[in-house]
């Protein structure tokens, strides 16, 4: 299947070239040329499968076409290595639980899949070194770096801002060695994601080496993500009951990029019953806010406890808009926003503690909470838990006043040592850095 720019002003790239470029050369996010539905019979009896066999079914969709059945199946099969449970909250609110990956945080999916999906392309063309730009908030970074540690040909490059990820988020993607080197950018999310779009751009740097990007605007990483939407209705039709209640559940995605809600809304495509979709944000509201007005206005992020949600610039946002044809009217229909300060994160984190004995990460907390406030009567809403609070122990502790345990894979990055390379926000030094590796 080929892919499209959302700008329109690129060549459709094949699979291959889309994933070993990550952005398209007209600066645009690629969007695959056609999104299959599933036949309603898969939705009928969906409840009767794994995880894994779900998730086969909708790569296929996505990528049959390019990739071998059997290579596929196993590379899906790989990246599932775990499961993600959708846990009951309260009468009407369920988790999905995205945090029983290796770095316990959604982003394991993609980064699996993605890591996966490359090493085969670069087996079968017997490719010279790919080289993985990553520019992280906190959770991508180890979710990729870990994805792709030890795989062949390739070198990952974490750009992260110094002193703006937390303690455990930093020993996740500094102490792995091998084929993993942290930069640690002195600047904001924002300033990193600029560096590793300048590299993209930069002619002499891409005729020196093989670069790409493993951010959430790689297809690669992007619609792995929509598996565990489908895997999610299943669960919530066998607790809810064959057709649960006749009504569609409501999902809630806490989001930054946009690369995880837009995953979602690739699945209604498809077919999967939604009723709607929430886009929940701190207070980075821009999309919440475009909802509001109809203009998208980013601007500067600004640091909140749900800190991988501090984006300014969703890069998603384009293939929103391209997936619903640049109406804000059709958006409006299918996504409603919600947006919520520190002081509300927190107050639902120790409410939904204190009432229901879940306990909630900062970034799930929003998307609860804007279930709390949002669903209709006889509405049933999931929300998307996408890492576990012991990532994000300090904060979560001071909040509900209790010790958090961590869980030992989190325990184990501890004991690593930190490694990193020091790096300005000037493209000039990055460029120089890599020109000279
Ligand atoms: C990355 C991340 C998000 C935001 O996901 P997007 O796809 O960027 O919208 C939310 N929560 C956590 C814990 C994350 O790591």
């Not at 959604?106 to 730009?133: H, P, S, T, W």
């Not at 907390?365 to 949002?374: P, V, W």
Request: overall charge negative; proline content about 5%; some cysteine.
């Amino acid at each position: 299947m080929n892919y499209y720019s959302t700008n329109r002003q690129a060549p459709e790239a094949s699979l291959e070239e889309a994933v070993v470029k990550g952005l398209a050369s007209d600066k645009g996010l690629f969007m695959p040329r056609t999104i299959r539905p599933l036949p309603q019979s898969f939705f009928d009896t969906i409840e009767s499968l794994s995880f894994q066999e779900i998730a086969y079914r909708v790569a296929d969709a996505f990528f049959g076409e390019d990739v071998p059945a059997d290579t596929l199946k196993q590379i899906v099969y790989d990246t599932l290595s775990f499961d993600v449970p959708l846990v009951k909250v309260t009468d009407s609110i369920y988790s999905l639980e995205l945090f029983h990956g290796p770095t316990l945080a959604f982003k394991d999916v993609g980064g699996r899949f993605m890591a996966r999906l490359l090493g085969y392309f670069i087996r079968k063309e017997g490719k010279r070194q790919v080289n993985v730009l990553v520019a992280t908030s906190g959770d991508t970074g180890s979710a990729v770096a870990n994805g792709f540690l030890g795989v062949e040909g390739i070198h990952v490059y974490v750009l992260y801002p110094k002193g703006k990820v937390s303690e455990i988020q930093e020993k996740q993607f500094t102490t792995l060695g091998q084929n993993i080197t942290a930069l640690e950018v002195d600047g904001t999310f924002d300033d990193c994601q600029a560096l590793v779009k300048a590299a993209f751009m930069d002619k002499e740097l891409n005729d020196h080496m093989q670069l790409t990007s493993a951010n959430s605007i790689n297809v690669a990483r992007f619609l792995p993500q929509a598996f565990y939407y489908f895997y999610a209705y299943a669960q919530w039709k066998r607790m809810c009951g064959a057709d649960g209640g006749g009504v569609a559940p409501v999902v809630c995605v806490p989001s930054g990029n946009f690369g995880n809600i837009t995953a979602g809304l690739f699945g209604k495509r498809m077919g999967l019953p939604v009723g709607r979709f929430i886009a929940a944000n701190n207070r980075n509201d821009i999309f919440y806010q475009y909802l509001q007005t109809g203009q998208y206005a980013p601007r500067a992020s600004v640091a909140t406890i749900a800190n991988a949600m501090d984006v300014g610039a969703p890069s998603n946002f384009a293939r929103v808009l391209d997936l619903y044809g640049e109406s804000h009217q059709a958006i409006c229909a299918d996504i409603s926003g919600a947006t919520y300060s520190n002081e509300q994160i927190a107050d639902t984190m120790r409410q939904v503690w204190q009432q229901h004995r879940y306990l909630l990460d900062p970034h799930g907390a929003c998307g609860c909470r804007a279930l709390m406030e949002g669903l209709h009567p006889g509405e049933t809403g999931i929300f998307l838990e996408t890492a576990h609070p012991a990532k994000f122990k300090d904060t979560v502790e001071q909040i509900i006043g209790q010790p958090v345990a961590i869980p030992e894979k989190l325990q184990a990055f501890l004991r690593g040592e930190k490694q990193s390379v020091p790096m300005t926000r000037d493209f000039a030094d990055f460029k120089s850095y890599l020109l000279h590796e």
